[in-house]
Each structure stands twice: as C-alpha cells, then as structure tokens.
C-alpha cells in the first residue's frame, strides 16, 4: 500500500513550522464550537493516542454546564465514569455531578465520597436538576420514562456498540461523540453476519452506524499526542492511523531517559539503552514454537522490568524542570491473554517486583505509562488468528508509553506473516477498515527490527 | 538483440527441467506449461506457507494430472449445470454492447460521471495470448485518448509471475470517461437482498486483485498513467431471477497481500535450488519416483487445502500418515507448543513423555486429568450434577 | 479449538474411533422429528432437484424436479413439500397448555402477567448438514413473497397455494437456528459434532457418512478407513459409493448421470408436445413417465443413502442421558413456535427481507443471551463440559478443608461464612470476583476472598491489585481457595440447615453467571432514534412485503 507510506511519510518527525499547541488548541476550539453552536445533532472527534480525550470531554461538559444546558454522559465502563467524575470535580469543585450508578455491590469508586458537589444515585430521578449526569452506557440504557436531555457526550464511542447507542439515544437531542478509531473494536459473542452491510448492524461501532445515517455530521480529529514522544508517533500514526496521521506534541530532545547503573552487557540491558535512546527495542528470544505462557518470554519480560528498576532511570520531560525518578507505578507490561498477564505477574512477584501494572491490550485501553514492556502478540505462535492479527491489540500495546516501549518476541514474526493464508471472507456493502492488521504487523515489524537486540539463551 | 541469459531465463530453464517432458499425444502439438491463471494466482494466498505448492505452480505443474499420477486424484469438478447458467447469465449481462454492465458501473461506482448513453466495445481479437495482450494494452489506451465509456470484453492481460508471463484474461475491464479504468467480474452465485455467499465474494475479489495487478503494470506503461480503481464491480443475479445487480468491491487488501505473495514466488528458485539433484515431476515417471520428487518438496497441508489445491488429497494422506498434529486443522497447534505429532502429544498428555515444566505439556496433562476425571464420575452415574 | 477438544480428537486418532465430548446430550431430539434431505440443482440459486422428506424412517416420501429450470415443476415440488410440512406443523399447533407471560400493559406502562397459550410440544425438523439448514432458509425466502392467484388475481406467475405460507414456516425455522441451543431445526452433522470428536478436521465433519463412520463404525473396521471410504470411494462407474450429505450433488453425478436423464426428460416432452394424436400420445406419455421415472430413481439413489444416516445418527443420539437444562430450553424453542403460529393466525405479513434496526439489535441480544445460558447450562449438566471449563481457568472444584463462621458487618448481621476449597485447577480469580456453585439446582453466590498455594505458601490475598491467581508452573499442586458465601442462606442470623457446604464436601464453583440477566428494553421500531436512520416509515414496510421480481428463466 504505497498510498499509505506516502501519507504518512508526510506525517514524519514535527516539522519546524508545526507548533504543536497551536494546532491542538485551534482543533478544539472548532470542536468546541460546533458542540456548543454548531446547527448539527451531532460531532465526532477522532482521538489518537494520548491526545487528550479526557481533558477535552471535561472542557466540553464544564462549557456546556457553564452555558446553561445540562447534559448526559455516556461512557463505557463504571472506571471511565469514575475517573471523569474524578476530573470534573477536580477542574470545578463547584460543579454540580450526579454519578449515576448499578445496584451492584460497590457500584463505583469509593474516592468519589471525598468529593463534595457529586451526588450519587442508582436513581436518574435523583439527579434531576444536576449539571452534568455521568454514567455507563449500560446503566443508561435502564432509564425510562425521563425528558430527553438537550446535550450529551458519549466517551470512547469506538468501542461502543452500536446496540448500545440505540438503546440510549432517545435520551438526548444532540451529542458529542469522542473516541480513538485505533483501538479494539467491539465485539458479539455469537455470529452478526446476518446483518453486516447494513448500516445499522448491531454489531458495529456506534461511530459507524451514527455516521452511515448522518453522513454530514462534522468530524473533527485531535491532531497531537501529547502522550507519544517523538520516537513513537511517526510510527504509530503510519502503522494504525494511515489516512489520519498525528504528530507528537514534544519534539525529539524534549524526552529522554537515562539510567543510573551501567549496563551489564546482558540482552534485558542492551534492549534497555536501545529503547532509552531509541524510544523502542525489541528483545529477540531465539525463534521456537510456545504455547502462549512461553517460559523464556515471561522470564525475559520479567527480568527487562526488573532491571528497568534497579538501573535507577530518570526521565527528563516537559512536565518537570528536575529528572523524574522511574518508579514501578509508571512501568506496565502489555500481553494479549490475560494468562499470560498472570504468568507475568507471577514471574515478577518472584523478582521482588509488586507494583508495576500487568494486563492485557483490552484492560490498558486509555491508560498512560512512561515505560512498557510488551510481549508480542504474535511471539512464538505457530499460526496467526484473527484475534492476534487485530489492529486494535497491538495500537493499544504501543501506545501506551510516554518514554519508551520495549517488545519482547521469538524470532520468526515475519515468517509467520508471510505463511498467514489471507482468505478472509468478504462481506459485501461493508466498509474496509484499514489498516489490516497483517499490514500493520509488518510495519511494525520492520521499525522495531531496526532497534534489535537478540537475547542469547 | 537477445537478451542475456538473466537470472529470470536461468530460473525458467530450472523450472522446464523440474517440468520434465510433456508427455507428447500423438498429432498434437507438445502441450505448454500449465500456464497460473488469475484463480491460481488468488489460491496463492490460501496457503502461501507451502513449498510444495509455490514450486509446483511456478514450475507450471499440472497438478490435476499430478494427483491423478499419483493416486489420489483431486475431486475438483464442474457440474455443467453450473457452467451453463454461468455462461448464460454473462451473456445476458454483456447483451446490447454491455448496456446493462454500464449502466450499473455508472451507477454503483461513478455516478458523477455522464451516463453511458453511447459507449464503444473495441474488437479485441489477435493472434495467441501476447498478441491479444498487446492488442488490449492498445484498446486501452485508445480508450483513454477517446474518452467516453468504453467496455473491453474478454480483455486479455499479462503479469510477471517469477520471470514467466501470466496470462490473465478478466470477464471485462471498463475505461471511464475520466479515463480511469475499473475490473469486472461477473459471477453467477446470487446477490440476495443485498448480500451474498462471503466466501465467494471474498474469491472473487482476491482474483479480481489480480487484474488489478496486472491492470496496474498496463497503466504503468502509459504517460500520464491512468488510475486503475480499487474498488472493482462484481455482477450477480439478483435475488431468484436472471435479472443483474452489482455491488462495489474494495480489494486493497487483496491486492496487497497478493502483491507480496507474488513478490515472494521468487523464493522459488531457492526451494528447486535445494531440491536433489535430477529432481522431476513428469507425469511419465513411474510412481515411486514421482512420489518421492514431491516429497523431496515440503509441504504444509492443512485441512483447507482440500478446497484449494489439487494435491490435497495425496499431502493429506501423508500429513495423517506421519501423525501431523495440523491435519485436524491449523488451530489445533495453536496451544501445543514444540509438540506437533499425535504421539508427541499423547505421550505428553499421558505422562510418558514430555518435560513437566513445559506449559504446553504441564496443559495437556491437566487436560488428560480433568478429562479422565470427568468421564470417570460420569460413568459413575454423576453425570448431571457437575456443579 | 480448545486443548479439550484437540485432547479428544487426538484420542480418536490413535483409537480409530471417534471420542465422547460430552457425557449427556446437550439438545433436545423429537420423539417425531420431520427430517427434509434436500437436493439442489448446481449453479442455480436454491433450486430445488429433489428431496425425501418425511416423519417416518422407512417410508420417506420423494420429491422430484424432473426438469429443475421449469417453474410449473418446482412449483409442484413446493406444493407436495408443503403438503407435508404443513400438516406436519399443524399436528403440534392445536395441542396447548395454559402459561403465563408478562407483558407491558399499553394503558398503564406496567408489567402485568396475562394468560396464554403454550404449545405443548413443537415441530423439529432435521436436515443433514449445516448447507441443508441453509437452504431450508433460501427456500423459505423465495417463497414467503410469493402472491397466489387468490392474494393477488394479477400476479404473473401465481403461486399455488399454501406455498407462501409454508415459505413463512421455513424462515423462522431457518431464522430460530441462529439462536443459540435452539432446536427447532437442527442439522445432523451439528448435532453428532457437539458430543463426539472424530479423528479429522471440522470440514471434513461436514461429510455425515464420515462423520458417523467415526463415530460407530461397522463391526470388524477402523473408524478412519471407513470415513475416507465414506468421502472418497466411488464404484466402477465413477460415481461416489456414499453421496455427501447435500444438498450440492457431485459434478461426477451431474455430468455423467442426471444431465443426459433430464435431457431423455425433456426430449419425452417435446415429443409428447407435438403428439399428432391419442394413440401417438399415449405412447409418448408413456416415454415421458418413464423418463421422468429415471430422474426419480437418481435422485433417490443420492438422497436415500442420506436419509438412513440421518436415521443412523438419530439412534446414536437417542441412547444418550438427555442433559438437565435441556428441556428448559426446548420450552424457549415452544415458545417460539407458538409466537410464530400465533403471528401466522392473527394474518400478520411474512417476515421482513431485512430486519430494521431495532429487530436486529433484539435478535443480536436475544442470541448473545443464550449463548451465555447455553454455556452455563452445558457445564452445569455436563461435568465434561465443566471439565473444560475449569481448565480454561472459568470455575475450579476441590474438597471443602474448612468452614469459618462470618457475619456481615450490618445492624442485623447476616451469615457470612468463609469457605475453603482444596483445588488442583487454576481458576482466574480476580480481586473480589463473584463465584458461583449449584444448590439445588438454584445458583448461590459467593465472593474471592483468598488464594494459597498449599506447598508454598504463597498468598494472593484478596489479589491486592486487582492480581489473578496464578499457580506457577507447579502441576499437581493444590491451591487453597477461600471464599466469602453471599446468599440462600435464609433470613436468619444462623444459615439454614444445607445452605453452607461443609468440610469434606466435594463443590464446584463457577465463575461465570448460571442465569442470565434480560437486558435493556430497547426502542420501538417506530420510536428508532435518528442516530439509527430514525423510524423506518411506511414505504419501507411495503417494500419489505413487495414480491421479488420475475423473469422467464426465474429459477424459483
């Protein structure tokens, strides 16, 4: 796909005209503009990784509160409720938030007791009169009988599917949909092909479903990473977001890492520098077919976070005048099974290692760390599935680092890309989405190769 | 001026050699390599692992007639049912100059252009495959230069399939007014209330990537090139009738995995590299000697090879016989590890083989315990109250 | 493919014979299923060539297209078809019982229980394989549009009647089988593919001759050399000894056999046509019947070896213990049945060609829900089926070692009491995670308290930072699973005798739900909001009804 390299080529390193901040900001003003005055039902802004999401639903809630018009909230998960209520709350102390909540037990964060303007409620009819009612799009869907309201945000609308929107969209008038296209896309436990190529098939994103029936809804785009160094923006805006690249908000120097103990000459510490001075590294196991606990790997990636710790990093960003000391809190490790994730946690628990976040691609969706350790979805499998081949899982993995990524595989990835059958069936009237997964693989594949150290046992 | 002997020639003589003589029918002209076809070329996908199977159709094997040598013929068919409806239905959908072909390219992929009220077929028969591939390349460029719409039908195409010309010859190529040009296939399984068979359309759009490839490298040749659209137009019947409908097709990512399989066949000249000195495919050798040429090419068969390639049957056999784990389907590897034999794996699920540290033989042999476990307290009269 | 079933599939490699994946059957089987062995014409779209089709094993009714491309003969299929089917559906649509459902009331909003009538049992039909359930459904679409004479007197080509209705009956048969555990129509291969694992691929399962070699192969033989037998082996005339399960016939046949028999066909024809007089014609009918006769035969010959297998895998499912659960979702498939008669009674229009938005998003949840209870339901009936659920880290079983006594921390403290299971599994519990075990047949919660591996030592108390549990490498050591019980204890402070396992006592906990929640009410079609394209309006509802287009060579 020469038109894809083309177009983000065009996206490289900031070019010295490009002032990140400028550009951002003009992006959300526009969006601003058009959710508080704009003639439309509805705004889609496309978020890529670490562009400020957050902060801009928090700005767009507190504007439309502040001009009078209260409004829904619609996220995905009772953690991304919370953590909105946590940043609305700490942006207007006096703003009136309703948390509307399940009848489950512990139905959400107990650190939204501490704050004094949010009322909390399984009950919409308790909220009435609140600024700003946040909740999950689950629980939305449970509320009937209520008058619509004027306005609404829904949150990481990608991920949300487009059942779900039709469940909740007679509560609201007119919305502000925001969301990273780059990550996982939902999904159905059973078969939805019945409907693919209908543009209200149940089972695709809210986004675009929403967009299909109203093809003139302005789209906006969040033009920088914030999060991304420079290192990993060019990467990750050509391998995932080909036709809507995205620079980095810091410039080449603006971020480093540094080390306070010398490298012993080990693979774990040769990958270590590479990814300090690089920004990513891949550490090569020798290429042999696992199951997916592979040993090795787990005690590789292991041994990267242990020593990641032990070398006393430092990193140098905009955010501090002084070097940040690299602590457990801001190390995750990256896996796409969650059994591999729990072979990890017990590998690091053996190193004396308790505090650094282990999880698989679908559970560190929106999170934020200064280094990740990663191992490759593909790493050691004998055949490539659908599953380690979508595009989402392996965006989420590398982009979750402020300073570095560091990717741990068996050799042979490509080989194994090469041998792939590609015989996918073909659904008509549905959109391509793009990138495949297989072709950002091979993108990916072909950066990280630049940065390799191969681990010699 | 003859060309040198290139890499590309060295390798073709390889290949003939590997080809072995044609076995001569009396009164007939020796019979060509079996030339890839724009099908053959999309099977190229289904299972680009294979060795066996990137050799034999470089080389230009018949392995049809190769299964049948060897004893398990390949159970690939056409009814002549099939046939003549298929025939049938793209004549009527070609019927008046292709009016009804235009129109629904106009409708479904440019309907900003002006209607196809006047359109041109060009006559575009010529003397054997290179001769009809130059006389396409010219209608082609006649077409751009006239402007309007203009159908070739049975256009004939070339690709460059590792150093050999592939001749490829597409249902129909149409040339827009804006002098882009977009492929045709027309296929007779329906379109049923707007949707159809996944599996078929997804064939049908990896073999129209092929033309698009080779569409491509037509375009290349001509200044300014012409743009050769992504999105093709398959043609079905609509519903229950012989009435034509037609939807759009995006094949990029068909095209771009084609493109890196057929940039990869010229690994083929290392796999007949490799191969014992005298190896041979002609189908005049005795069968044992046939049989070991094949198995002195590695294959990796799984069980959709069976839809896909004419020696499945005979790999098949062989997979089974050498207890290959991947005979009951590729995702039977997935957690086994190292391990890819029947016996490997039960020898390791029962404890009789097998490092314990290994997850993969640690799994299996809680597999075999709970799975013993379990049909024990079923059969202990349990069954049922499993919770 | 889980490790389960690869395990049993290996096994039945090295046995030769095919390996139980269950130790009940997980489906329900008619005491009078109709079973339909369907053969359709190659190339065509859905046309029918033939069928056997009946309720009876050794009297199965056959159903010819001599001449597949003639739209007067198909319809006389379709009518013989219907004349089956129908009656067949009938006998199970005046047999009711009283039952309960609750419905909203359209005056006052409220959930109100009314009274109504539940068919006491339901039609099953069978099919061989998973393309016959297919093409029960491109029947049922081709013909639920069609208008007869009667509907509509200026219809070009009138269906006769009973045709639409029956296509009706054969789209929701077609559209139930998506439903997960459903068991209206059900396809053979399907049903023998769920409790047994042969020794080849799930394609090559799709061959029910192949399939049933594996699983009860003839005395004396190896289950592996009869299914290649079954797939491959053709007699001296080149045709296939065991024709596949349909409805696609082989090419071999096609070319060699049926086209020059309904070649014979249509020659009698046209010399019956041009017949000068009684006699001549008389002759020529008796040209035309026997030629009509061969096509008969060659469409029994494919079709017969078929139905005995059908008939075949019919037993072998009969003689297995039916599960727990699955009478409980064979009263969802009545349920479903009765709707459906229900609907047909009250003269609503045939199903829509496409489902608007808000139907689709029902079908989708109705179908992920019983997905979820079939999974559940399985495991709990099935302690096979468990077994692969515990391995895959979902539920973990094990000895009570020790029960504390607890009480909640409320004004009026409620029992609480933690328990202590020894397990060899590895559950993937993580920090305060809802478990599950069975008590009388109900569903008692509890929640993760503690994890300790009992060599080691090692606590994952309360999994700190939200941690799974994992046991290392260490095969064969046990873990010491504690948790907190919730529920179904009574409204005492001492919970009732039985509600709280005891020490000694063997349990299973789960850590998916047993019963599923319903979902969010969704929207009234008409109520579609405008992010889903908004109501769908009238014209849509009359294009939805509008009959398919027809041309001379229609094939249906």
């Known amino acids: 796909m020469t038109t894809v390299h083309d177009t983000a080529d065009a996206a490289g390193g900031p070019a010295p005209a490009f002032d990140p901040g400028a550009e951002a900001a003009r992006a959300t003003d526009a969006i601003l503009r058009d959710t508080l005055h704009g003639g439309h039902r509805g705004v889609v802004v496309d978020s890529p990784p670490g562009a400020g999401k957050s902060t801009l639903v928090v700005r767009a809630a507190l504007e439309l509160a502040a001009a009078g018009r209260p409004l829904m909230v619609i996220a995905q998960t009772n953690a991304q409720v919370d953590d909105l209520v946590v940043r609305l709350a700490e942006k207007n102390p006096d703003a009136a938030v309703g948390r509307l909540h399940s009848n489950d037990a512990d139905p959400y964060d107990k650190a939204l007791d501490e704050l004094p303007g949010v009322r909390k409620s399984a009950k919409a009819g308790d909220l009435a009169g609140m600024d700003i009612v946040l909740s999950t799009a689950a629980k939305w869907a449970h509320v009937k009988g209520v008058e619509p309201w004027r306005h609404a945000i829904v949150d990481e609308a990608y991920q949300m599917r487009s059942d779900a929107l039709l469940a909740v969209a007679g509560l609201f008038e007119r919305a502000l949909f925001v969301g990273d296209p780059g990550q996982l896309d939902p999904f159905a436990i059973v078969g939805a092909e019945q409907w693919a190529g209908l543009s209200y098939d149940p089972s695709a994103s809210a986004v675009s479903t929403l967009l299909a029936h109203n093809p003139e809804l302005p789209q906006h785009r969040l033009p920088v990473s914030w999060r991304l160094p420079a290192s990993a923006a060019p990467l990750v805006s050509e391998a995932f977001y080909p036709y809507t690249p995205f620079r980095s908000g810091t410039g080449p120097g603006d971020r480093r890492l540094a080390f306070g103990v010398p490298s012993d000459g080990s693979g774990p510490d040769a990958v270590i520098d590479e990814a300090a001075h690089a920004g990513w590294g891949l550490l090569e196991l020798p290429a042999r077919h696992t199951p997916r606990t592979d040993p090795e790997a787990v005690a590789a990636l292991a041994k990267v976070v242990r020593r990641l710790l032990d070398r006393e990093g430092a990193s140098v960003s905009e955010r501090a005048a002084q070097p940040v000391p690299l602590t457990a809190d801001r190390i995750a490790v990256g896996t796409a099974h969650r059994d591999q994730a729990a072979a990890v946690r017990a590998a690091l628990a053996e190193l004396g290692v308790t505090d650094v976040t282990v999880d698989t691609a679908n559970r560190l969706q929106g999170r934020e760390f200064d280094v990740t350790v990663v191992l490759h979805p593909l790493s050691g499998r004998p055949d490539a599935t659908a599953f380690h081949l979508e595009t989402g899982r392996l965006c989420v993995l590398a982009s979750r680092h402020r300073h570095a990524c560091i990717v741990v595989s068996r050799a042979g990835v490509p080989d194994l890309l090469d041998a792939h059958p590609s015989t996918e069936p073909v659904q008509l009237g549905v959109t391509v989405k793009f990138p495949d997964g297989w072709d950002a693989m091979m993108t990916t594949w072909d950066h990280l190769a630049a940065h390799r150290v191969r681990d010699a046992r | ?387 | 493919m889980s490790l389960m079933s690869t395990l049993a599939r290996l096994e039945a490699v090295r046995s030769g014979r095919a390996q139980v994946v269950a130790t009940v059957r997980h489906r329900h089987v008619s005491a009078r299923p109709l079973v339909f062995v369907p053969l359709t014409t190659a190339g065509e779209a859905g046309a029918p060539l033939g069928a056997l089709v009946g309720t009876e094993r050794d009297a199965p009714r056959l159903l010819v297209v001599p001449q597949p491309r003639d739209r007067d003969l198909r319809f006389a299929f379709l009518t013989e078809l219907a004349d089956v089917v129908l009656p067949y559906i009938d006998s199970f649509a005046a047999d009711v019982e009283p039952a309960e459902r609750t419905e909203t009331d359209p005056e006052t909003g409220k959930r109100v229980k009314v009274e109504v009538e539940l068919c006491a049992d339901a039609p099953q039909l069978l099919v061989p394989s998973r393309a016959g359930i297919e093409f029960v459904r491109l029947l049922g679409r081709s013909m639920r549009f069609r208008r007869t004479a009667e509907q509509d007197p200026e219809t070009p080509h009138p269906a006769p009647p009973h045709v639409p209705l029956l296509g009706r009956w054969l789209t929701h048969f077609g559209e139930r089988a998506r439903v997960p555990g459903s068991s209206l129509l059900q396809a053979l291969t399907e049903l023998l593919s769920r409790h047994w694992a042969t020794g080849q691929s799930n394609l090559e399962d799709q061959h029910l001759g192949a399939l049933l070699a594996w699983i009860d192969p003839p005395e004396g033989t190896r289950g592996a050399e009869e299914a290649l037998r079954a797939e491959l082996a053709r007699g001296a005339d080149g045709q296939l000894l065991h024709p596949p399960a349909g409805p696609a016939t082989d090419p071999a046949f096609d070319n060699r056999l049926l086209a020059p028999a309904i070649e014979r066909y249509d020659r009698a024809r046209t010399r019956l046509a041009a017949a000068e007089d009684g006699l001549e014609a008389d002759d020529r009918l008796g040209e035309l019947t026997a030629a009509e006769r061969d096509v008969r035969a060659l469409v029994e010959s494919r079709t017969r070896p078929t139905w005995d297998a059908v008939w075949h895998g019919l037993d072998l499912l009969r003689a297995l213990p039916e599960g727990a659960h699955v009478a409980d979702r064979w009263t969802r498939d009545r349920w479903s049945f009765t709707g459906h008669r229900d609907r047909v009674l009250a003269g609503e229009p045939p199903q829509p060609r496409l489902d608007d938005a808000v139907t689709a998003a029902n079908k989708l949840a109705t179908r992920e829900r019983e997905q979820a209870r079939l999974d559940a339901q399985e495991a709990l009936d099935d302690p096979l089926v468990m077994a692969g659920r515990r391995l895959a880290g979902e539920a973990f079983a094990g000895e009570v070692v020790e029960v504390v006594r607890a009480y909640s921390e409320s004004r009026r403290p409620s029992p609480r009491p933690l328990v202590t299971v020894r397990t060899d599994d590895r559950p993937h519990l993580g920090e305060r995670a809802k478990v599950y075990r069975s008590l009388g047949g109900r569903p008692q919660s509890a929640e993760f308290v503690e994890a300790v591996e009992e060599n080691t030592g090692a606590a994952h108390e309360n999994g700190a930072d939200g941690e799974d549990v994992h046991g290392g490498t260490g095969a064969g050591a046990g873990l010491l699973v504690t948790v907190r019980v919730l529920d179904k204890m009574g409204r005492g402070r001492e919970p009732e005798e039985g509600s709280v396992p005891e020490k000694g006592d063997r349990i299973c906990f789960t850590l998916f739900e047993h019963e599923q929640r319903g979902g969010a009410k969704l929207p009234d079609p008409e109520d579609t909001p405008w992010t889903h394209g908004g109501p769908p309006g009238e014209a849509a509802a009359t294009t939805a009804q509008r009959p398919d287009a027809v041309t001379e060579e229609d094939v249906l």
């Open chain 2, 1 to 387: 001026m003859p060309p040198p002997r290139t890499r590309g020639t060295a390798l073709r003589h390889l290949l003939a050699e590997l080809r072995g003589p044609a076995v001569p029918v009396p009164g007939e002209p020796p019979p060509q390599p079996k030339a890839l076809d724009a099908r053959a070329l999309a099977a190229l996908a289904a299972n680009p692992g294979c060795d066996r199977r990137a050799l034999l159709d470089g080389a230009g094997v018949d392995k049809a007639a190769l299964a049948d040598a060897l004893g398990a013929p390949s159970s690939f068919g056409q009814s002549q049912f099939a046939l003549t409806r298929g025939n049938a239905f793209e004549k009527r959908v070609k019927a008046d100059g292709g009016a009804e072909l235009l129109r629904l390219v106009h409708e479904k992929l440019d309907p900003a252009a002006p209607p196809p009220e006047t359109s041109s077929v060009p006559d575009l028969t010529a003397v054997g495959p290179a001769g009809r591939t130059a006389r396409t390349a010219l209608a082609l460029r006649e077409a751009v230069e006239a402007g309007g719409w203009t159908l070739l039908d049975h256009p004939m195409l070339a690709l460059d399939v590792a150093g050999s010309p592939a001749f490829l010859e597409p249902d129909a190529v149409v040339v827009h007014p804006d002098g882009s040009w977009t492929v045709v296939e027309i296929k007779s399984f329906p379109m049923l209330d707007g949707s159809a068979d996944p599996a078929k359309v997804g064939a049908a759009a990896r073999q129209s990537a092929v033309y698009v490839l080779a569409l491509e490298e037509v375009a290349a040749r001509l200044d300014p090139a012409p743009a050769v659209r992504h999105r093709i137009l398959l043609v079905c019947p609509k519903d229950f009738s012989n009435l034509a409908t037609a939807s759009a097709v995006d094949v990029r990512k068909q095209r771009s995995v084609t493109r890196r399989q057929l940039a990869r066949l010229t690994r083929i000249e290392e796999i007949a590299e490799a191969l014992p000195e005298g190896t041979c495919f002609g189908l005049d050798l005795p069968p044992e000697r046939l049989t070991a040429a094949v198995e002195s090419v590695p294959a990796t068969y799984a069980p959709e090879c069976l839809s896909t390639c004419e020696l499945a049957f005979h790999c098949r056999e062989r997979a089974r016989a050498a207890g290959a784990v991947t005979a009951l389907g590729r995702a039977a590897r997935a957690e086994l590890g190292g391990l890819t034999t029947v016996d490997e794996v039960l020898a390791a699920a029962h404890g009789e083989a097998g490092d314990p540290a290994d997850p993969a033989v640690a799994a299996l042999r809680r597999a075999a315990g709970l799975r013993a476990e379990a049909l024990a307290s079923a059969s202990a009269g349990q069954g049922g109250t499993a919770c």
